[in-house]
Each structure stands twice: as structure tokens, then as C-alpha cells.
């Protein structure tokens, strides 16, 4: 696994309506590439549908992604062989195959396209699962770990396929706030190690601030402004400032 | 996944909206189905992973449905000639041994293993697609660029069209011991276990045979495709899941029972 400058992402427009709900309003983002941006927001505001259109699993109603240069249209529709760079996303419940164990679904793209022998695949999982700090679980079924667990094994496998564009759906929702530290420091680490441009969405204002270089707040389907964790508590953009003193109440 | 922000609740239908909207749902299943039917078609060629999901799939099917299809075919094989001697008392038992030969080869054996089929293994094969579906593990596998179809769909596709045929034969063989055993115990039934055989044997034809694997090809593939279908449609949670699994099995039942009807129709055009 090399270390990658990673991808620059802009989203124009981008507008997102499920039957007469209207989730995403014209949505603007740039994301330089290598940088690491958190997305802010209340519970169904529409990050995680940001999220999705960003990977291709929903096509925008209107509106324009490009990844790495190309429209994502384009790079969709490129066999994964031609890829010339790939996107991971880590799910909000991890989405590990609960057929397969740690060591396959880690693997699991590199088995599926069959261009490494088992040995050196069997090598680039157990560096993804010791970089998570899971050496020795290859054998382990998902049933067997816990949230925070298989969490890991989730960032391990988007790990384990070098990608240049992370993407996090709420990586710590439903971890105690141990836990929640610990994937913040291994997601900050990834940062440094890699490189990789990572987006992390999040409701979660103390990882935000202690992970990210930038941090975009969603609020009424749009963008609504875009701050360094310095700038953060100088804000002046009402959700902000509500997250701020819920943040602090919560300290 | 987040929910949304409401815009303006959608009005709600009237009666003639709602009859519009389940047209609509059925040609959508269908359409959705014959789709994913294509491409299951497509990705047939097996790789070396491929063959080992297929082979994991054969076995799931074979468990699920062996020992239940046997108990049923022997009970359907007895039931039938419990039935058809009282029927045929006045007249002659004689053909006691075409009726459950004919009726087994050409109809019972293709229809009830197929619903087994759909009602065992196709309702595992919706909840567990459904589940992968609801649990982003089907979403997990596109962003890391394998196809949902080839690597969850095939193997579920060409181990029940493989298996039925197998399924039918077995449930043939079974029902028609059946019949004997109860026409070698049954003191109502007054034609020897031999003369059942010899007469069945002429009358059932291999063409017959034929038929219900051709049928058992078709079910077969019905009662994995529509399941499938089913479960990468499934939206909603758990109770989505239910719904899915509910949906497929009848769904399944109601197609087997057309294209039953379809190919004994072409059958008789034909012959």
C-alpha cells in the first residue's frame, strides 16, 4: 500500500429528491485533494445521501460530480481494471459480509478480481488489519467482534484496496465515546500515513474538530458554510452556533 | 441513512390511483426480474469462486429441500392411490399405475418440488438479500466494484435450475414407491405391486419424463430469480425483510403455476 496524494472531489448543484422530499437543494463542495473534510449535520439533513452520491450508489436528480477530474458518470462506468483511481467508503454499520470472515471480506475485492495470488493478498490484509489494529482476527467471523471491531475491519477493507478517496458514513454512530476516540485517532493516522482525500460525515462536532482539516456544514440540503476547526467557534451560522453550545453542555 | 426533510406530504391516492399504482408494481416486478434474469444469464461463466459459491448454493438447496420432498412425494404417491382405487373400485384398479406414474412424472413431481423449492430455499434466498440489502452489504460489494448479480444472484440462479430437475426425479422415484406401498398393503386395492409397475411402465413414456424436467428447468429458475428479485428490492428494515420473503414465495407460487400452465399448453400444441 503506497501512500497517495489522493483525489480532489467538487460537487455543483447537486440536487436530491426522494418522491415529494426534497433532500439535497443544490448541494456546492470542492475538496482539495489529500485533504481530510468532515461534514456536519443534523440527523436528516442529508449527509449520508451526500455521501452516496459521491461513491455512485445514487445518482443526483441534477447537478455535477466530478472525482478526480473525470465526471463521475465517466469513472462509473470504467471497468475496475481501468479504474486510474479508486474510492472506498466505510458504511455507518460496517456492512461486513456476515458469510465471510474478517480475513475475506478485508480481501474481498482483490480475491474477486483475482490479479495477486492468495499469498500476497493474504499479505495486503494482514497489513490493512494490523494497520486497525486487528492483527490475528483473519479467522474471526463479523458475528463474533463488536461495533467498534467491526467497524475497523469496515476501514481495513476500504484500506486493503489502496484507495485515493476515503469516504466515512458516521463512523462512530452508535460507539461509546472510548471507542469513538479511538477510531478518531485511527482515521487522524490514516491522514498522516496516506494521505488519501477522506470524508468523513458526522453529527459528531468533537471528531470533526479534532480530525479534520475543514469542516462543511449541511444544513437545508445545501452547504451552508465551510470553516476551519480554528474558525469553528467564532462562527456565526445559527446550526453552528447550536452545535457549539450543545458541544458544550455535553463538556 | 438519514431520513428525510419533508417538503410537502405526497397526496394520498384515490381508487382508481391505487389500481394504477399496484399495475404499475406488478410490471415493475416483472420488468425488474427479467433484468435481473438477464444478467444472472450473462454472468454464467463460471470462475474458479464462482464454482465454489455454486457448489456452497447446491448443498444449501439440496439440505433444505431433500428430506422434506421425500416425505411429501411418498405421502402425495400413497395419498393418490388411496384416492383413485376408491374411485376406480367399480370399475378397474388396472390403471392405478399409469394415474400415479403420469401424475407424478408430468405434474405432482415438477409443481410440488418446485413450490418446496420457492417455499425453502427461495424464501432463505429473499431474507438473505434482503437482509445484505437493508444492511448496505449489497452497496458495500458495488463500491468495491464486484456486481451484486454474479457474485450473490448466479450461483443462487444455476443451482436451483440444476438442482430441480435432479429434485423432480427423486420425487418421482419416491411417490411412485409410495403408490406401491400402499398397494402392497392396502387389503381395498385388489391389482399386485407388479401389475402397478408393468402397467405403469406402459404407459409413462420418456417423453413424459421429459416434460416435467423441462418444467423443472423453468421452476427452477422462477424460484430463484423472483426471490432474488425480491431481496436486492427490499427497502425498510426488518419488516421490509418480512415483506420481501412473503412476497417472493407467492409471487414464485403464482408464476410456477402460470408457466406450468403455459408449457403443458405448448406441450399439447406440439404433440
Known sequence: ????????????????????????????????????????????????????????????????????????????????????????????????????????????????????????????????????????????????????????????????????????????????????????????RLRAVRGATQIIVTHNLFLARAVANRIAVLDQGRIAEIVTPAELPKSRYPLTREFLRAAALEG | MEADVIDRPPAAPGFFGRIGAGLLDVLQVLGEAALVFAKALRSSGLRPRDRARLAAQLVRVGTDTLWIGALLSLFVGMVLVVQAADQLQQVSQDVLGPIVGLSMTKELGPVLMAFLLAGRAGSAMAAELGSMQVYDEINALRTLDIDPIRFLVTPRFLAATLALPVLILYADFIGVWGGALVVAIDPAITISVHAYFNRMLE???????????????VFGMIASIVPCTFGLRTRGGTEGIATSTTAAVVWSFILILIFDFVIVRIGFTFS
Do not use: C
Open chain 1, 1 to 188: 500500500m503506497t501512500s497517495k496524494r489522493g483525489i480532489a472531489v467538487e460537487l455543483s448543484g447537486v440536487r436530491r429528491s426522494y418522491g415529494g422530499h426534497t433532500v439535497l437543494r443544490g448541494a456546492d463542495l470542492h475538496v482539495e485533494a489529500g485533504e481530510l473534510l468532515a461534514i456536519l449535520g443534523q440527523s436528516g439533513t442529508g449527509k449520508s445521501v451526500l455521501l452516496r452520491q459521491i461513491v455512485g450508489l445514487e445518482r443526483p436528480d441534477s447537478g455535477r460530480i466530478v472525482v478526480g477530474g473525470i465526471p463521475l458518470e465517466r469513472y462509473l462506468a470504467m471497468p475496475p481494471d481501468e479504474k486510474p483511481f479508486r474510492i472506498a467508503m466505510v458504511f455507518q454499520n460496517a456492512a461486513l459480509l456476515a458469510s465471510l470472515t474478517v480475513a475475506e471480506n478485508v480481501g474481498l475485492r482483490l480475491y474477486e478480481l483475482a490479479h495477486q495470488a492468495p499469498e500476497e493478498i493474504a499479505a495486503v490484509t494482514r497489513r490493512a488489519l494490523e494497520q486497525v489494529e486487528l492483527a490475528g482476527a483473519e479467522n474471526k467471523m463479523p458475528s463474533d467482534l463488536s461495533g467498534g471491531m467491526r467497524k475497523r475491519v469496515s476501514i481495513a477493507r476500504a484500506l486493503a484496496i489502496d484507495p485515493d478517496l476515503i469516504l466515512y458514513d458516521e463512523p462512530t454512530a452508535d460507539l461509546d465515546p472510548i471507542l469513538t476516540e479511538q477510531i478518531g485517532q485511527l482515521i487522524a
Open chain 2, 203 to 217: 404407459w409413462v413414456k420418456f417423453s413424459d419424463l421429459v416434460i416435467g424436467l423441462v418444467k423443472g428447468l
